[in-house]
DNA sequence: CTGAAAGCGCTTACAG
DNA sequence: CTGAAAGCGCTTACAG
């Protein structure tokens, strides 16, 4: 396990950088010609390149990008940045990974940042990528105010926002239908025959959950199925909360016979309730969002599912065609669910 | 869900970023002043303070950390690289989330990148970090050799290594204790009177692979146990491999009774396999490394915990530490596993 | 094809 | 307490 150099002590020495300056020097040759052999211009003589190359690979010479994106004209820092609810959620980190791999392809590194739900970060870290000069940002926003952001825009700096829309600025958008995926998640429900669905819902300052909630209440209205208040929680922060609130619509002298879950924690929370209660293969269940495992469950647990993967590369080729100059209007793609049927959603009515 | 805005053009007009000479014009005073006031020096008259604060508000003004970080004596950019496996991985994001909560405190922004277990994309990706001008790195490495670091620590940039140790190389590191670990996963097996105990490991040229078979060997050294090649199968990269490893095994004419998986994936295989043969209750099952809903799953998945969190916190606490100019021998810290009991672990032998 | 001078947006080192 | 000059590591714009 151990490395026979671990233990020693570190080098003490530093020895500083090299700079172009100092390939140059090195290969005898001007300041420019090594910029020019850096950046491969074609109209360097094959001999000098030689010499370059040998020069700054002797003096392991990496070219420095900040201070040659503060000469060039473009002025790119080859940085886009990613600014997440939280990336050790499994969708958010799916959407990072995409839009890396396309930044990657395109020779741009990318700053990722999470700001726990908290509005107020939002803005903050938005400077902060802003001061180190990032050529765009893919945001799924905190904040439910972005016009802030629009002398960003203008400035030049593309903004995508993803999972939900901006507010008060027109910028690229791209996210999934979350009124559609709710729809059709509570009229599979009242398929099996269930006319008591039960609701819970992320904060309602979400748009995303405004727009589940909406889907569900025209799902019952169009179906002419009564709407209890009892059976409808918004506003679960917590696992615990939403179990309590599950718990406690199980013990309603008129109980729901099928719940809908507007997002991943709150679906696993209902399963931990419904286990807990022993109801798991009596009262239905459909979730908005896929999550790993839910096929292992039992039963199944069926899901309307998200592409975050699909959304991460829509986002990342508007951002990338932005960067490239493309002008038009501001652009809201809307990505589908898929309702994957395992099991829990297939529980009839009794 | 459409807001207004939207749909219409987007302002064609891009009006360039203030400077700090743009505000210094503004507000009537020298570069150096404005300079002294956004560094929140103390040394300025209160009037002109609120005169550069004005014309910076009035410019919304945002300094180039690049260009500072480029004239400032100490050169530092106020980024720091993590360089993990797959973001997309729980195990990597918590490192992530852990070491970027530390970065946050400390005015630092973190940028982000996978290798996807490509070796190659080792040294590439490094050098962007570098070109970029991180201040530290913390990476999970994929390669199995670290010579080509030295160059970088020379030149000041402080490295630590997380989940597997440097090669060739000395730098601080912080791992868990994958040997210990598979020993007490092994033992506890035993402990239930099963004596054919079969293991499923990663890649054998990933360090932490080859410490986890080595407690499995030497746990079964210890107690005497048999060691049969035909249950010990190495190098599994996707869960399909792993799940056609176990299907192989069950249907040997002396099955194992017992199942060590060294990895997340491979559990899950593993739980997978099983159920597909109708085992789950009758073969036990213990698990490298937590993953979510392991509790949820019937039996409950027993696990080898580790504790990402708590290796992200110390990683990043070594790296600002380097950065604040501790010069001591590298450092490694190993960081103990917890098992914890669900049921699949506890299946006695029948 | 090659190079000397100027300058990107800032901070340093120095005068006043 | 305030500012003019020089320079960080590069690229631009121009000469030769």
Redesign the pocket.
């Known amino acids: 396990m151990s490395t026979e150099l671990n233990g020693m002590p570190s080098p003490l020495t530093t020895s500083p950088r090299a ?3 100092d390939v140059a020097a090195l290969a005898g ?5 090594v ?2 052999v ?2 491969e211009e074609s ?3 094959a001999e ?1 390149v030689e010499r370059v190359l040998a020069a700054a690979s002797e003096l392991r010479y990496q ?2 990008f900040g ?2 994106a ?4 473009d002025r790119r820092s080859s940085q886009i940045a990613v600014l997440l609810e939280d990336l050790s959620n499994p969708f958010s980190a799916a959407i990072y990974r995409s839009i890396e791999e396309v930044a990657m392809r395109e020779g741009f590194t990318v700053l990722g940042a999470s700001f726990d739900e908290d509005p107020s970060r939002e803005p903050a870290l938005v400077g902060t990528m802003i001061r180190h000069r990032v050529d765009g940002i893919v945001i799924a926003p905190a904040s439910q105010e972005h016009a802030y952001l629009e002398v960003e825009q203008q400035a030049g700096t593309p903004i995508v926002f993803v999972d939900r829309p901006p507010v008060n600025l027109r910028a690229d958008c791209v996210m999934s239908d979350s009124y559609a995926g709710s729809m059709e998640a509570v009229k599979h429900l009242a398929a099996q025959g269930h006319r008591r669905i039960a609701y819970l819902g992320d904060l309602s300052t979400i748009v995303t959950a405004q727009e589940r909630f909406r889907g569900y209440r025209d799902a019952l209205k169009e179906l002419s199925l009564e709407q209890d208040p009892a059976l409808m929680s918004k506003n679960l922060r917590t696992v615990e909360a939403a179990e309590a609130a599950v718990a406690a619509m199980l013990a309603l002298d008129a109980p729901p016979t099928a719940i809908f879950t507007g997002q991943n924690l709150l679906t696993i929370a209902a399963v931990r309730a419904l286990r807990t209660a022993g109801r798991e293969y009596d009262v239905a269940l459909v979730g908005f969002d896929d999550f790993l495992l839910a096929d292992l469950l039992r039963p199944g647990v069926t899901v309307v599912a998200q592409d975050p993967w699909r959304i991460g590369q829509i986002a990342a080729s508007l951002l990338f065609r932005r960067l490239r100059g493309e002008q038009g209007p501001a652009e809201r793609m809307i990505v589908s669910t898929e309702l994957r049927e395992r099991g829990s959603g297939e529980i009839a009515l009794s």
């Open positions: 700079t172009m300056k040759v001007s300041l420019k010609t910029s020019r850096i950046n109209t360097v003589n000098m070219p420095n201070a040659s503060l000469r060039r004209s």
